[in-house]
């Protein structure tokens, strides 16, 4: 079967590579999957690069240890290994167990990852994070059922419980993520400041709708959001950091909080301590598998009801820009990382 992998971590997409693979077979409490379609998401690019095992090999409880593991313990795998993070497919094999058996023949969306990835004919993945998806939902819409639409939902939701009236700044405004911010934003009453890099991508969203936005090539964040909001905004949802994470950590009214939830810089974030003292704001991070991970099945399980219920009804679903085939991977990459982008790449399997 084919598979897209790399041998080795690196900056260049280009190291990753189209091979014919064995065909898996399960192991207890797995289930094998024939995929249909995979979404190219910024996380994966952090697979190919090395960027999730530097930053856990950086922590304490990771000193001295052979393979750095993540908050939810399991180690980082080594490459080689096959590519993407979530997909849609349906299960062929069981590898035994109750909740393996039961998935057999159904249409399931997966999340999991390296090493046995979903850019790949077939996959191997644990059946608790294999879940059956109603038939309404297209493979284009359940293949990113997880990376953005969760994230979004858990943020807003869960973490920040952000209340009627209040008002979210995010960063990477243009991003899929941040369109189903906004339209939370319209489902549940708050209101939306997004902040991009470009003029011309400011524009792009005021033509879809977007009602606040600020262009960092040529206005000040700090001074736009005054007008906006004088007081300061209640949340801030960081995907950047570097530069445009200072700055916009520093929009934060009196016990505001921010979560960064991403890096698209390489650059960290400066927190001077006083900008956070004086108005007793929070700085936290939220990383999708390691919220999950501490999660019951149970609870799981309704997030993914809640979650298919909005891309459903379109609150959570993805506009979807240009689909590849497995063997255009490079294309598919190299369109990915585009600045402008106004929807997903997914990859046909």
């Known amino acids: ?43 994966d690019f952090n697979y190919i690069n090395g960027t999730y095992e530097r930053a856990f090999a950086r922590m304490i409880w990771n000193r001295g240890v052979e393979r750095p593991t993540g908050p939810d313990g399991n180690p980082s795998p080594a490459p080689p290994y096959s590519l993407g993070v979530e997909g849609v497919g349906v299960v062929e094999e069981s590898g035994g167990g109750l909740l393996a058996r039961r998935l057999v023949g159904k249409r399931v969306a997966v999340v999991g990852g390296p090493p046995h990835g979903t850019w790949q004919e077939q996959t191997l993945i644990d059946a608790k994070r ?14 990113s059922f997880f990376v953005n639409p969760l994230t979004a939902l858990i943020m807003v939701r869960h973490v920040l419980q952000v209340p009627r009236g209040a008002v979210v700044l995010q960063t990477a405004g243009g991003s899929a993520l941040c369109q189903m911010v906004r339209n939370l934003g319209r489902a549940d ?6 902040v991009v890099r470009s003029r011309a991508g400011a524009e792009r969203l005021k033509k879809a709708g977007a009602k606040y936005v600020i262009a960092t090539e040529d206005q000040d964040v700090i001074e736009a959001v005054h007008r906006y909001t004088p007081s300061g905004v209640q949340y801030v949802l960081d995907c950047v950091g ?50 999950l991970a501490n999660r019951s099945l149970f609870q799981r399980i309704g997030l993914v009801r809640a979650t298919a219920k909005l891309i459903a009804s379109d609150v959570l679903g993805t506009t979807v820009e240009r689909i590849y085939a497995l063997d255009e991977i490079h294309a598919a990459l190299n369109h990915a990382g585009r600045p402008g982008r106004t929807g997903k790449i997914l990859l046909t399997l």
């Open 189 to 194: 009453g708050f209101r939306v400041i997004n």
């Open 130 to 143: 294999a879940f059956p998806v109603p038939r309404s939902l297209t493979d284009e819409q359940a293949c």
């Open 1 to 43: 079967m084919k598979s897209a992998m790399v041998d080795a971590h690196s900056d260049d997409p280009s190291a990753v590579r189209i091979r014919d693979v064995a065909i898996p077979s399960p192991g207890p409490g797995q289930v094998r999957v024939r995929m249909h379609m995979a979404p190219v998401n910024p996380s």
């Open 242 to 291: 570097g530069p445009t994470g200072s700055q916009v950590l520093r929009t934060l009214a009196p016990g505001g909080r921010m979560i960064c939830y991403g890096t698209l810089s390489p650059e960290p974030i400066s927190l001077p301590p006083r900008d956070i003292m004086m108005p007793m704001t929070t700085v936290e991070g939220f990383y999708l598998p390691a919220y």
